[in-house]
């Protein structure tokens, strides 16, 4: 037994209620200065961090990741201020990106510590160690 197939309608956009995007964009649009703020501040982190030898290779992070806050800072002001829909969706789109840039970066982080862990503790019960420890106690004189 088949199935009546129902009358497909297609969806009708709603009008862009600017009233409601503005409610909506309440939260963050009070926090525009703080997102705004702490851009700049990743951003020169990142410039100061290319000064180094060793952080040119991950300098590119912190620039990206202060961009992406700044743009999300900029896109609410007009989502807040206009209610326009785009702009709020940018700036989530952005707030979203940041949240993942830095859940992976968390994420390599606690791998690195927890190999670390395994290195500094896991190995010398092991009785595999990166110290001569025998060589340093056998070398302690014991006349004074």
Do not use: H
Not at 115 to 142: A, D, E, K, R, Y
């Amino acid at each position: 037994m088949a199935y009546p197939t129902p009358n497909y309608i297609p969806p009708v956009p709603a009008p862009q209620d600017s009233r409601t995007i503005q409610e909506l964009s309440v939260p963050i649009y009070q926090a525009r200065g703080w997102l705004k703020f702490l851009g700049i501040l990743s951003i020169l982190g990142g410039i100061a961090q290319a000064l180094s030898i060793v952080g040119i290779i991950v300098a590119w992070l912190p620039i990206w990741m202060g961009v992406v806050m700044f743009q999300a800072g900029s896109s609410i002001d007009s989502a807040g201020q206009f209610g326009d829909k785009y702009a709020f969706l940018r700036s989530l789109g952005s707030l979203k990106t940041y949240f993942v840039l830095q859940g992976v970066l968390t994420l390599i982080g606690i791998i690195i510590a927890v190999s670390m862990l395994c290195i500094m503790f896991v190995l010398p019960l092991l009785g595999l160690t990166l110290i001569p420890w025998q060589q340093i106690v056998n070398n302690i004189p014991t006349t004074y």
